[in-house]
């Protein structure tokens, strides 16, 4: 069976850290190393993590967690490396879920997971943010093109392919980079962790539209365009469907304010309305059915919100990298 090595990168976790690494050393599978690299905490996180992990590694100066990621990587002597966010519980047997996996599929590069349906957060935005996640992910096939940062493993060999470039979504642009180079993603549906990241209204609008600014670049990079429709996806973790329903949004949007004025507009606003809501009608309905009917409710009109707030991320993020594109030539080479 393979050596893990299991790399937490983490900043000012010292009441998470703990839960975090103690899930590890429960683990089933017990040929393993943990390895934590602190990203200048100015907390007791690194003494908290000393008691559990075989070394722990104190950046010089604060970084981005695509750089604190990198060097517990390089750091790792395991035959597969496993990366675990500082805000998630992984079960008993996670790590021979992928020690397992990998044995069994020497084609395999690197295996990635989800969110588990559980978040300890019994907040609105949290339960929402949490549920979204993993009713997305659990649409995907067997094999996909990126990686999620909260649970992936891979295999030493590709971990020069990740790129310290991209400050957050490094995780997908590492994915991008291995499987644009022929090698195999598998995404395993049973490979669930339990994710304790809090939301308010303010961090999930700030928190979905700063991702899709980012993932625009990386769309760009690898040609995100010709990935649509292979295997009836959309692009790494987004849906067809997730990604017309964002297009959707802010033409109904633009429509319902013209009614105002024209009314002629209506009928077309009523009709890209109703395919907006038919290609979200499942998703709210795994909600309403989660967590119920005024749940539910409320989540079809914050789903329209959250596409108008990632549809405005990535045309910024789209404008400022063509903008880029076009001064700087050599600049979108060396990143993602």
Same mark, same amino acid.
């Given at each position: 069976?393979?050596h893990l090595s299991?790399?937490v990168?983490?900043?000012?976790?010292?009441k998470?850290i703990?839960?975090?690494?103690?899930?590890?050393?429960?683990?089933?599978?017990?040929?393993? &190393? #943990? +390895? !934590?690299?602190? @990203?200048?905490?100015?907390?007791?996180? %690194?003494?908290?993590?000393? $008691?559990? *992990?075989?070394?722990?590694?104190?950046l010089?100066?604060?970084?981005?967690?695509?750089?604190?990621?990198?060097?517990?990587?390089?750091?790792?002597?395991? &035959? #597969? +490396? !496993?990366?675990? @966010?500082?805000?998630?519980?992984?079960? %008993?047997?996670?790590?021979? $879920?992928? *020690?397992?996996?990998?044995?069994?599929?020497?084609?395999?590069?690197?295996?990635?997971?989800?969110l588990?349906?559980?978040?300890?957060?019994?907040?609105?935005?949290?339960?929402?943010?949490?549920?979204?996640?993993?009713?997305?992910?659990?649409?995907?096939?067997?094999?996909?093109?990126?990686?999620y940062?909260?649970?992936?493993?891979?295999?030493?060999?590709v971990?020069?392919?990740?790129s310290?470039?991209?400050?957050?979504?490094?995780?997908?642009?590492?994915?991008?980079?291995?499987?644009?180079?022929g090698?195999k993603?598998?995404?395993?549906?049973d490979l669930?962790?339990?994710?304790?990241?809090?939301?308010?209204?303010?961090?999930?609008?700030?928190?979905?539209?700063?991702?899709?600014?980012?993932?625009?670049?990386?769309?760009?990079?690898?040609?995100?365009?010709?990935?649509?429709?292979?295997?009836?996806?959309?692009?790494?973790h987004?849906?067809?469907?997730?990604?017309?329903?964002?297009?959707l949004?802010?033409?109904?949007?633009?429509?319902?304010?013209?009614?105002l004025?024209?009314?002629?507009?209506?009928?077309?606003?009523?009709?890209?309305?109703?395919?907006?809501?038919l290609?979200?009608?499942?998703?709210?309905?795994?909600?309403?059915?989660?967590?119920?009917?005024?749940?539910?409710?409320?989540?079809?009109?914050?789903?329209?919100l959250?596409?108008?707030?990632?549809?405005?991320?990535?045309?910024?993020?789209?404008?400022?990298?063509?903008?880029?594109l076009?001064?700087?030539?050599?600049?979108?080479?060396?990143?993602?």
């Amino acid at each position: 069976m393979p050596h893990l090595s299991v790399i937490v990168p983490v900043y000012n976790r010292e009441k998470m850290i703990e839960m975090c690494l103690k899930a590890i050393r429960e683990s089933v599978y017990r040929d393993y &190393e #943990i +390895i !934590v690299i602190d @990203d200048c905490s100015d907390d007791q996180t %690194p003494s908290v993590a000393k $008691k559990y *992990a075989n070394q722990v590694m104190i950046l010089p100066k604060r970084s981005a967690q695509a750089y604190a990621r990198n060097v517990g990587m390089h750091a790792a002597k395991g &035959e #597969i +490396i !496993v990366n675990i @966010d500082s805000d998630v519980l992984i079960r %008993p047997d996670t790590l021979t $879920k992928i *020690a397992d996996y990998f044995m069994k599929h020497p084609d395999v590069i690197a295996v990635t997971g989800l969110l588990s349906k559980d978040n300890p957060n019994k907040d609105f935005f949290s339960q929402y943010k949490n549920l979204y996640m993993n009713y997305i992910f659990n649409k995907l096939p067997e094999t996909v093109t990126f990686l999620y940062g909260s649970i992936f493993a891979v295999r030493r060999e590709v971990i020069s392919l990740h790129s310290i470039m991209v400050e957050i979504v490094d995780d997908t642009a590492f994915g991008q980079r291995i499987a644009s180079s022929g090698k195999k993603i598998a995404f395993l549906k049973d490979l669930e962790v339990v994710h304790f990241k809090k939301y308010d209204f303010i961090s999930f609008v700030r928190n979905d539209f700063k991702i899709p600014f980012i993932w625009s670049n990386i769309f760009l990079k690898y040609k995100g365009w010709k990935q649509i429709g292979r295997q009836g996806t959309g692009f790494a973790h987004s849906s067809k469907e997730q990604l017309l329903s964002v297009t959707l949004a802010p033409a109904i949007l633009l429509l319902l304010f013209g009614a105002l004025f024209w009314s002629s507009l209506i009928p077309f606003a009523s009709v890209l309305s109703l395919i907006w809501f038919l290609l979200n009608f499942h998703f709210i309905r795994f909600l309403t059915k989660e967590r119920g009917f005024v749940f539910g409710l409320l989540s079809v009109f914050i789903t329209f919100l959250d596409n108008i707030v990632m549809i405005s991320g990535i045309l910024c993020g789209l404008l400022v990298n063509i903008i880029q594109l076009i001064r700087y030539p050599d600049l979108n080479d060396k990143r993602a």
